[in-house]
């Protein structure tokens, strides 16, 4: 009995880690989430103010800005302060090349890695009876 006793004592670690990851899995999702919403709200606003001055403010348009303003300091009070990503930032893993320096042209650029091979079927899984028997 001692055999099963460490096997449900080792299940029952991995059981809670796993249940640790995807609490944390869960945060960041909620995080990235609230940073849509804020880049959402922000990308609004910026197309209102923009629009105001070129001299093509729509009806209303004031109104909006201010319950978008509202609705980011809302935002700001629950999850934290907005922070604008400037718009000539680099955007990592996009592929995009920066406005300063020389794309290389010649042949010794190194090919693209090939696609990771497929899994040959799904993962098997473990199966466990009872101590019972």
């Given at each position: ?5 460490k ?46 001055k ?80």
């Amino acid at each position: 009995m001692g055999l099963m006793d460490k096997v449900k004592s080792q299940a029952t670690q991995l059981a809670e880690k796993a249940q640790q990851a995807g609490q944390a899995g869960q945060a960041k999702l909620a995080d990235f989430q609230g940073k849509r919403q804020a880049d959402a709200l922000l990308l609004e606003l910026g197309g209102i103010v923009y629009a105001d001055k070129m001299g093509r403010a729509e009806p209303g348009s004031d109104t909006r800005a201010a319950a978008l303003v509202s609705q980011l300091q809302a935002f700001e009070a629950e999850h934290g302060a907005v922070t604008v990503t400037k718009a000539d930032a680099p955007v990592a893993g996009t592929g995009a090349v920066p406005s300063t320096g020389s794309v290389p042209t010649s042949s010794t650029t190194a090919a693209p890695a090939p696609p990771p091979a497929a899994s040959a079927g799904p993962i098997p899984q473990a199966q466990y009876g009872s101590d019972d028997a």
